[in-house]
């Protein structure tokens, strides 16, 4: 909703053009607009009728008018306005350039928000002899059931405004961690001793639903210790936190993940443990049979990631079981201990984990996983809610503390952020409220963590502001790439600049990011000053007609854009200039309850 409200408090004629567009394309325009639109150079075919025109058929209209049509003519103007910011004034696109121009936003074409704009685009590739250019026609087509989370991808309102620079900036984290040669693939588990060393792979999902990978990251892996946290997650949402955790404690153990070790209540002494886990599993639908169970896990991770991939190694399973000594030891002395519920069956418990550490992932479907936690459990990609906030909540507290091995305390002491290692090489990165990652490679240190995972975490944090505690005042200064570094006065340079050089493209390109339209300079002059003083029709036209701005804003020695237009005998902008002054002195007194009106339509189309 906010993004479209800000529509009208930063550029009027915005929302003007919402509420009549496609009126001129159905009913034609004016003598006068007409006229305009046959000078040469004119980039006006998609645009609004004039605004008597449009006030003329507004209110020739039923007070009963049907509202469905209304939320077309507001989708269809939001069309228009995307379409040829995308384009930057040209009439047609090429798919790929569209993809592209998706891309830079951080959306895929593989998002499910997405599907009836890929369905769309690929039946007209099917349908077409020859190459496919995408017009305005197409565009609205393909585009019309997800024009909102489009609308929010080009304005930067998302998460990271700018998502192609920080981007960039992951990439050189990562071929900086990509350089650290040290550790050794796990061998305790035969099949994970099988991946390559070389293999490197990092994901990101923004809460929003911007996705970046870099490096190997389409390869299945398991994830091994990384289930933890996440079937934790689950029987937390299942059975609430109190039913959990008369089982399992909360603190860190200060020992090794397999350890045979309780704390003083003869309970495991966290989820994150070997032993915790085990006995988490044991919670999950214990009167189900063994494949109801691990289907119904199944379900949830394939819920948080999307729909993206989510398998079974059954391979890693069979080498679990065979090598996994110590885990049945741990199993027995949990059962000696009466650590599980009622009527639990250890054997089934331990052959459960085996099975949960089995799935396998990539570093695209982990990072969707780990924003699914970092937006509360709620899936970024697909809006379903997955987990309740006690459980998300739960589970990140539990990973800031304990989710590294014996490196939490010194994880949590650098790198301030939630997270869980595995053995298989992965380490799964929450940034609460911002996004979930999956980094992957094989060699580990002598704790068990993947090598170049926390070389990466540690400089993503050194680079950007994600510590818990960076935002701490007077702390150190890093990069937010939550923030926009736009600076008022450069929009404004570029603004002027816009409408000096009558780049049309780029004046609508800033009123979709919500650029104030009448901004002034130090002489407070606006571009419709600069424009008029121009003698530039095609941006005069687009700033009245489509912006709507006030056209008696005088500048430091009192003129309007009109008094610049005659002063440099621009004949044609005068004659526009006067036309809009009149109708926009008639329009004034009603636009009122049409602003109200118009903003409660968008509510609803929202």
Excluded at 86 to 91: A, F, H, P, S
């Amino acid at each position: 909703m906010h993004c479209l409200k800000s529509l009208w408090t930063t550029n009027p004629g915005i929302l003007q053009l919402l509420k009549n567009a496609g009126i001129s394309a159905r009913a034609g325009a004016d003598s006068v607009v007409w006229s305009r639109m046959q000078q040469p150079g004119q980039l006006l075919s998609w645009g609004a009728a004039s605004p008597h025109i449009q006030r003329s058929v507004h209110h020739q209209a039923s007070p009963n008018a049907d509202e469905g049509r209304c939320k077309n003519r507001l989708i269809s103007g939001l069309e228009d306005l995307l379409f040829y910011t995308i384009t930057e004034g040209k009439e047609t696109i090429t798919f790929s350039q569209f993809i592209s121009a998706l891309k830079k936003t951080g959306l895929l074409m593989s998002d499910p928000r997405l599907r009836d704009c890929v369905r769309l685009m690929r039946q007209a590739t099917r349908d077409s002899t020859g190459p496919i250019m995408m017009d305005q026609k197409l565009f609205r087509k393909c585009v019309g059931n997800n024009i909102i989370v489009l609308t929010q991808a080009f304005r930067k309102k998302f998460i990271i405004p700018d998502f192609e620079e920080f981007a960039r900036h992951i990439n050189k984290i990562y071929d900086k961690a990509q350089q650290q040669e040290g550790g050794q693939v796990a061998n305790y588990i035969p099949q994970l001793a099988k991946f390559s060393p070389d293999l490197w792979g990092v994901s990101l999902c923004t809460v929003d639903g911007q996705r970046h990978s870099v490096g190997d990251t389409k390869v299945p892996f398991c994830l091994q210790s990384c289930v933890k946290p996440l079937e934790y997650a689950i029987a937390v949402h299942e059975l609430g936190t109190e039913r959990v955790h008369n089982f399992v404690g909360k603190e860190p153990s200060g020992l090794k993940f397999n350890k045979l070790s309780l704390n003083d209540e003869d309970k495991p002494h966290n989820p994150m443990v070997n032993a915790g886990a085990i006995v988490i599993s044991s919670l999950i639908k214990p009167v189900s049979n063994k494949a109801e169970r691990f289907d119904h896990v199944m379900d949830f991770l394939k819920s948080m990631a999307g729909t993206e991939y989510v398998g079974f190694s059954n391979a890693t399973f069979q080498s679990e079981k065979e090598t996994g000594d110590r885990n049945y030891a741990i199993g027995y002395y949990l059962k000696e201990k009466k650590c599980f519920p009622d009527n639990a069956d250890m054997i089934a418990a331990l052959d459960f984990y085996f099975q949960l550490c089995s799935i396998e992932v990539t570093c695209e479907s982990g990072s969707v996983m780990a924003s699914t936690l970092a937006n509360g459990g709620i899936c970024p990609i697909t809006g379903e809610r997955v987990l309740s906030a006690e459980a998300v909540r739960n589970t990140l507290s539990l990973m800031h503390s304990c989710g590294m091995y014996d490196f939490s305390g010194q994880f949590a002491f650098h790198v301030g952020l939630p997270a869980k290692s595995g053995v298989s090489g992965a380490v799964l990165l929450v940034v609460p409220n911002v996004m979930g990652m999956m980094c992957w490679s094989p060699p580990l240190d002598r704790l068990g963590n993947s090598v170049r995972g926390i070389h990466f975490c540690q400089e993503l944090v050194s680079h950007f502001n994600f510590h818990n505690y960076d935002n701490l005042r007077h702390f150190a200064k890093k990069h937010d790439p939550r923030r926009s570094d736009d600076d008022p006065n450069k929009s404004v340079v570029n603004l002027m600049f816009a409408a000096y050089g009558c780049d049309v493209a780029a004046l609508r390109r800033f009123a979709l990011l919500g650029v104030n339209m009448e901004e002034t300079d130090y002489d407070s002059r606006t571009a419709l000053h600069i424009a008029a003083a121009e003698g530039h029709v095609e941006a005069v036209i687009f700033l009245t007609e489509v912006c709507k701005v006030n056209p008696h804003v005088k500048d430091r020695w009192g003129n309007t854009a009109l008094d610049d237009a005659m002063q440099f005998s621009h004949d044609g902008v005068v004659s526009v200039l006067q036309e809009y002054q009149r109708i926009y002195s008639d329009d004034s007194q009603s636009d009122t309850e049409e602003q109200k009106t118009t903003l409660d339509t968008l509510k609803s189309v929202v």
